[in-house]
């Protein structure tokens, strides 16, 4: 298995919590940190193996610094490169759009012919609708520190496991 990037903003307080405890769990030597607000299109280029942060702000949109990426990025062929997002949202609070932004960056992903990895189940969520949602699957890992902390580690955990066992 080639190196893993793990993108997230340095300068975020939980979502930095949460990437470190992914780290943690991939193996410092195993993982290369990015910070998203520093990001390159070399970052892209230059790697096949990716974890990226992608949480919800406001009412289900993608956070300043992946907005203003997204052009670089849909201008990318990605075939070949595999991403595995996660994204922290607040079930309670925005039911209606909990954890958009996992959805809108796989979308995107997708469109530029990435691979996808890191499906999880919905069971064990309780909100009204998200763009991270297909059927019954989340496109990634939606974590709620708000409503559901207690589980955060766990997930993490088990979320990590599987990436191992997706990546080539």
Request: aromatic letters at 10%.
């Amino acid at each position: 298995m080639s190196k893993t990037v793990i993108i997230y903003s340095f300068h975020t307080q939980k979502s930095k919590k949460v990437a470190e405890k992914i780290i943690e769990a991939f193996g410092k030597s195993q993982i290369t940190a990015v910070n998203a607000e520093e990001l390159t299109t070399e970052d892209f280029e230059k790697n096949d193996n990716f974890i990226l942060s992608a949480p919800t702000w406001f009412d289900g949109e993608l956070p300043n610094y992946w907005d203003e990426f997204v052009p670089d990025l849909e201008d990318m062929d990605l075939k070949g490169k595999t991403f595995a997002v996660f994204g922290l949202g607040d079930q309670k609070g925005y039911p209606e759009n909990f954890c958009d932004a996992i959805g809108i960056l796989v979308e995107i992903l997708e469109d530029c012919g990435a691979k996808i990895i890191g499906k999880i189940p919905a069971e064990g969520y309780t909100f009204e609708s998200s763009r991270a949602q297909r059927d019954d699957i989340f496109v990634g890992l939606p974590l709620d520190q708000e409503n559901q902390g207690r589980l955060t580690n766990d997930r993490i955990k088990n979320w990590v496991s599987q990436l191992k066992k997706e990546m080539k």
